[in-house]
T-cell receptor, first 111, second 113 residues
Framework: QKEVEQDPGPLSVPEGAIVSLNCTYS??????FMWYRQYSRKGPELLMY????GNKEDGRFTAQVDKSSKYISLFIRDSQPSDSATYLC???????????FGKGITLSVRP | DAEITQSPRHKITETGRQVTLACHQT?????MFWYRQDLGHGLRLIHY???????NKGEVSDGYSVSRSNTEDLPLTLESAASSQTSVYFC????????????FGPGTRLTVL
């Protein structure tokens, strides 16, 4: 079992839909959780960052971490065509440790 | 503004040649990382460095080497390029604080013929 599993997708939704992206992990030592967004032929860019459990909201984006279930989610409300990208979850154990990434899921939002 | 740059952006080379990919960051970050990204595999860590003169192997380090002589640069060398090393390569850097996370460069698309 890989340390971080992410739904492979791809995922296609109509504009305005609520999107739920998920990752599960096996290492209970993970404490820092991130979501990166990667547009085609670009480098990943940090979208959301959460430390430990709980929710974090930023505009149309909400990140949730459930450490008891080893499960993290990213919700996108009122999805837009500009949200079409690959989304990667990432996590690490300590403040200065290396990141472990999920494989990423490609999202397409249809106008 | 601080940034992280990679060069070249595209490279075509032949099997057996030595290739060096450059990574330069102006964030003054201690930590630097090299990844490769392939369909079906996601981002895989090749090498990383936590400071000058420090280098460490990642999960797919065979056939690659790095050296860190200053804070700003971490060049990645393919000693003898193989077709299996055709990929997109990303460099990233980060600070050392808990809230710090990795900032990625734009990537280098390498083709080995």
């Amino acid at each position: 079992q890989k340390e971080v599993e992410q739904d492979p997708g791809p995922l296609s939704v109509p504009e305005g839909a609520i999107v739920s992206l998920n990752c599960t992990y096996s290492n209970s030592a993970f404490q820092y959780f991130m979501w990166y967004r990667q547009y085609s032929r670009k480098g990943p860019e940090l979208l959301m960052y959460t430390y430990s459990s709980g929710n974090k909201e930023d505009g149309r984006f909400t990140a949730q971490v459930d450490k008891s279930s080893k499960y993290i989610s990213l919700f996108i409300r009122d999805s837009q065509p500009s949200d079409s990208a690959t989304y990667l979850c990432a996590m690490r154990t300590g403040a200065n440790s290396k990141l472990t990434f999920g494989k990423g899921i490609t999202l397409s939002v249809r106008p | 503004d601080a940034e992280i740059t990679q060069s070249p952006r595209h490279k075509i080379t032949e099997t057996g040649r030595q290739v060096t990919l450059a990574c330069h960051q102006t964030w003054n970050h201690n930590n630097m990382f090299w990844y490769r990204q392939d369909l079906g595999h996601g981002l895989r860590l090749i090498h990383y460095s936590y400071g000058v003169q420090d280098t460490n192997k990642g999960e797919v380090s065979d056939g690659y080497s790095v050296s860190r002589s200053n804070t700003e640069d971490l060049p990645l060398t393919l000693e003898s390029a193989a077709s299996s090393q055709t990929s997109v390569y990303f460099c990233a850097s980060s600070g050392v604080a808990g809230a710090d996370t990795q900032y990625f460069g734009p990537g280098t698309r390498l083709t080995v013929l």
